[in-house]
């Protein structure tokens, strides 16, 4: 089907209303996708692989991804870090951590 035929079998249809066809004053403002969300359909995983791969709680992203929480600042920050160097965090993550140094004794 053409464009055009697309919209005039939409015009035929009672329950369809073309955006062409509507009041741009009446149209409900689109609405704001969540940083944890936008950086999950960039990274192409799903909400459990993110959280698993960067070890933040299923729920908390969930909850932030429906807008029930907002991330603090210190998870805001982790956030703009996965969407810019991904794979750095990763690696990060994947080390185990050094051991603490020995405390030396008092002479």
Known sequence: MTDEEVLAAARRDPDAQPLEDRDPA???????????????????????????????????????????????????????????EPEAVRRALSRKPAKPAKARKAA
């Open 26 to 84: 009446r149209l409900a403002p689109a609405r704001h996708l969540s940083l944890a969300k936008r950086i999950r359909w960039n990274l192409r995983m799903s909400r459990a692989e993110l959280a698993k791969a960067f070890h933040i709680p299923l729920a908390v992203l969930r909850e932030w991804e429906h807008h029930c929480s907002e991330p603090d600042e210190t998870a805001r920050a982790y956030l703009e870090v996965i969407a810019r």
